[in-house]
């Protein structure tokens, strides 16, 4: 199978607005639920040259996919270890994932395109963290990143975003909770609808608690109670975020989130991703339980210690 | 006479009757029985399948935070049909228990232990799929309830495919990897395992489970486990993050932490 046999880039010029949604659960609510994926081939931010405008034209966009898509696992990733990230080899990389395709130009929606200025208050406390870490990156397991831990993937959220490959997700409902399962790391967020208070504030999660309800065919979820540890580009415990999610047509949910942490950004930024239907299954990603790279960097850093002693 | 035989069968029928299928469960939209709801074992399986008294715990440091339940056990008759290699496999994992049960390293419990740790699960039901999120780790399994596909590789959490008789759902597990354990007792199973999984309610807010274990690499034949699952009641009863991982980083990486030199 070759890469363009796989490759199906969904041109989704528009964003059709349908007064009802004919994709309704036997509780009769909007009905999310399957096999989705956010993967896309636009950036969260709005790249430097495309300043000030924030929709590509039809052909600007379809060259923007195909640039992207033509690119190799590792380029995407930035990545100089082509031999680890081949995600080809898996079929897990973005050109062999069904992509939607949209006009803009970052997922940040708005003039600017970009994640708001942090406010002196945020900068000081990142710049703190980081020269804490600095020159300790490979002291003990606290020091390496979240990811490489397997405690939480940057991507999976709340808020999600598109990740570098295998973004894959799927929704289940009843009639009163939605579950949203992230392949990466097999988190299910079970959001109650049902109008039930948030958690009180001494319980504080990694994903934070989420509370839904449906305003007409759109699923609103509300996230606070987070951690500090989460950290979503710099945030605080105290971030709080609104996703929206709307089921647009039998392949497509448009996926919308602001976020807000005056402590943080000066102020709130909404990004808006759509969801494409796939086959699936979702795979189990034991991501502890085949977790080698801790230790392996941790006695690699012993070692070189030991030989430059 | 007549008397005391009535009160012999039916000190002998009164097991099975626990388990009828007299009670009739509400349905949901779709009108099959509604499971839904956030659940947890009363009972001590987890520390060992199999009846037994209370007993220390491995580290004496920690009193009786850290001893042994006692428990009925859940096995019917009790007996684990071992094949001879393999029941001394079981009293080796037992010795062995703190490098090798996974619960120890907050590995995924697998299925059937996933429902009788010490921790809630809850059921999310649609008429697609049927979800199973466990608080113990993060664990999760979704059940196929409308087409019955492969299991397309060996997993710690199994693939789960479903179908409803009468009031019961029915859980066939296939593609379980030989890493997971029965309980800390150190019972376990190869990846032949094969796990048949029966949920039948039994009254508003408990569930009877039964689960049959075919493993015909570590068992002589096939055996069964049955419990009561009980439902959370509290009205704001809700899964809360069991993330583990971060428990055990000092225990798995912490020898390989830099030594600070003085």
């Known amino acids: ?30 009905d999310l639920q399957g096999i989705w994926t956010s993967a896309s081939v636009v950036p969260l931010e709005r790249p430097a ?45 973005l050109s062999q994932a069904k992509v939607a395709s949209t006009l803009r130009t970052s997922l940040i929606v708005g003039p600017e395109g970009r994640v708001p200025p942090l406010t002196p208050e945020a900068q000081k406390r990142i710049a703190e963290r980081a020269a804490r870490n600095r020159g300790h990156q490979f002291d003990g397991p606290e020091n390496r990143p979240l ?37 990466m790391i097999h988190s299910a967020r079970i959001i109650p609808t049902d109008g039930s208070p948030h958690l009180a504030q001494s319980v504080r999660q990694w994903y934070g608690d989420s ?81 080698q790279g801790v230790a392996n960097t941790l006695s690699g850093a012993r070692a070189a210690e030991n030989v430059s002693k | 006479m007549h008397v005391k035989t009535l009160v012999l069968a039916a000190a002998i029928l009164l097991p099975c009757a626990a388990q009828s299928t007299a009670y009739r469960a509400p349905r949901t939209a779709d009108g099959k029985p509604n499971l839904g709801g956030i659940w947890q074992a009363l ?32 096995v019917e008759g009790n007996d684990l049909p071992y094949l001879p290699e393999a029941a001394a496999k079981k009293r080796e994992n037992f010795a062995n228990r703190l490098t090798l049960d996974p619960e120890v390293k907050c590995y995924l419990p697998g299925v059937p232990r996933a429902t009788y740790m010490p921790y809630p699960f809850q059921i999310v039901q649609s008429d697609k799929t049927i979800l199973f999120s466990y608080q113990y780790a993060g664990a999760v399994r979704t059940v196929n309830m409308q087409k019955a ?47 048949i999984e029966r949920y039948t309610p039994r009254s508003p807010d408990t569930l009877f489970y039964e689960a049959r274990i075919e493993d015909p ?32 980083e000092e225990l798995m990486y912490g020898p390989l932490r830099k030594k600070v030199s003085k």
Not at chain 2, 49 to 73: D, E, N, R
Not at chain 2, 161 to 187: M, P, Q, S, Y
């Open chain 1, 211 to 291: 509370r839904g309800h449906w305003e007409g065919d759109t699923l609103v979820v509300d996230t606070t109670n987070f951690t500090d540890k989460t950290a979503f580009r710099g945030s605080t415990a105290n971030l709080h975020l609104i996703e929206r999610f709307r089921r647009i047509d039998k392949d497509t949910i448009v996926y919308e989130f602001t976020a807000e942490d005056p402590a943080t950004w000066t102020r709130p930024w909404t990004a808006q991703i759509q969801l494409v239907r796939i086959e699936g299954p979702l795979f189990e990603f034991a991501c502890h339980e085949g977790n």
């Open chain 2, 43 to 74: 009972n001590t399986a987890n520390w060992d399948i199999q009846g037994h008294a209370a007993a220390a715990g491995p580290f004496p440091q920690l009193g009786a935070i850290g001893a042994v339940p006692p428990g009925l056990g859940v």
């Open chain 1, 147 to 183: 990811q490489e831990r397997c405690l939480i993937y940057s991507s999976e959220g709340p808020p999600m975003l598109p990740s570098a490959y295998n973004s894959n997700l799927q929704i289940v409902q009843d009639a009163d909770h939605v579950v949203v399962l992230q392949e």
């Open chain 2, 149 to 195: 596909p492969e299991a397309p590789i060996d997993s710690w959490m199994g693939w789960s495919n479903g179908h409803w008789e009468g009031e019961t759902l029915v859980i066939d597990v296939t593609g379980l990897n030989d890493k997971t354990w029965f309980d800390r007792a150190g019972n376990f199973h190869s990846d032949a395992l094969h796990v």
């Open chain 1, 49 to 93: 040259s495309l300043k000030g405008k924030e929709f590509y034209t039809e052909q600007e966009a379809a060259e923007n996919a195909k640039r992207v898509l033509g690119m190799s696992s590792w380029e995407r990733l930035g990545s100089q270890a082509p031999e680890h990230y081949n995600m080809s080899q898996y079929g897990l990389d």
């Open chain 2, 217 to 248: 690499k570590v068992f002589s034949r096939p055996w069964k486990m049955s419990m009561i699952l009980y439902r959370h009641e509290e009205p704001n009863a809700q899964l809360l993050e069991f993330k583990c991982v971060e428990f055990v």
């Open chain 1, 1 to 30: 199978m070759t890469h363009l046999a796989s490759l199906f880039v969904l041109l989704l010029m528009t964003a059709p607005v349908y007064g009802q949604a004919s994709f309704r659960t036997a509780d009769g609510h909007p």
